[in-house]
Nanobody, 123 residues
């Protein structure tokens, strides 16, 4: 497994932006698909965005056009740029890693998780 640590969460007004970062250690993520999930109180953990080995990406419909996932294999990091934030984006955001080539969207495919970072969007 790889160890993941997220940062960059916080409180922002609706319409604002945040950039989440995830630093990996323990092994390289270059042969790993990476993703961001989020979980709001009382709700299931849902996929936000994922990126495969070769850079193929997946976005949930609710964030498409507003969020961008990227990876820097040299720095062993993955980021999530979040623009035009809405109150419904409020959740704990988790970074995850999966031993797959293509991005996958269900939590059970991911074997490494970060501790999460809180994102709160006020109206």
């Amino acid at each position: 497994q790889v160890q993941l640590v997220e940062s960059g969460g916080g409180l922002v007004q609706a319409g604002g932006s945040l950039r989440l970062s995830c630093v990996a250690s323990g092994r390289t993520i270059s042969k790993t698909s990476m993703a961001w999930f989020r979980q709001a109180p009382g709700k299931e953990r849902d996929i936000v965005a994922a990126i495969g080995w070769g850079g193929l990406t997946y976005y949930a419909g609710s964030v498409k056009g507003r969020f961008t996932i990227s990876r820097d294999n040299a720095k062993n990091t993955v980021a999530l740029q979040m623009n035009s934030l809405k109150p419904e984006d409020t959740a704990v955001y988790y970074c995850a890693a999966a031993a797959t080539i293509l991005p996958v969207t269900t939590p059970d495919r991911y074997d490494s998780w970060g501790q999460g970072t809180q994102v709160t969007v006020s109206s």
